[in-house]
């Protein structure tokens, strides 16, 4: 049997996934802006590549939230 994890393990947890949320919204906001800077210039091809790797960050950052969902105040996942 697993002993659950401290308060504090679990805060500094929940922190980290605060910290790489926050992270990766930067990214995705330098990948919005250079889409619709390509977007702009009608450069289909950097578009495309530009909301791919938007799309990633979203997706990391909605796992992230859901990892975040699952820490509850006793430790669990």
């Known amino acids: 049997m697993l002993d659950k994890p401290s308060p504090k393990a679990v805060s500094l947890s929940r922190d980290m996934v605060f910290e790489e949320v926050e992270r990766v919204g930067r990214l995705l906001e330098s990948y919005a802006r ?6 702009f210039r009608g450069d289909e091809k950097a578009l495309m590549v530009s909301l791919q790797q938007a799309r ?6 909605i796992q992230n939230y859901k990892d975040l969902g699952n820490l509850n105040a006793d430790g669990a996942r």
């Open 34 to 39: 250079s889409a619709a800077e390509a977007a």
């Open 56 to 61: 990633l960050c979203l997706i990391n950052m």
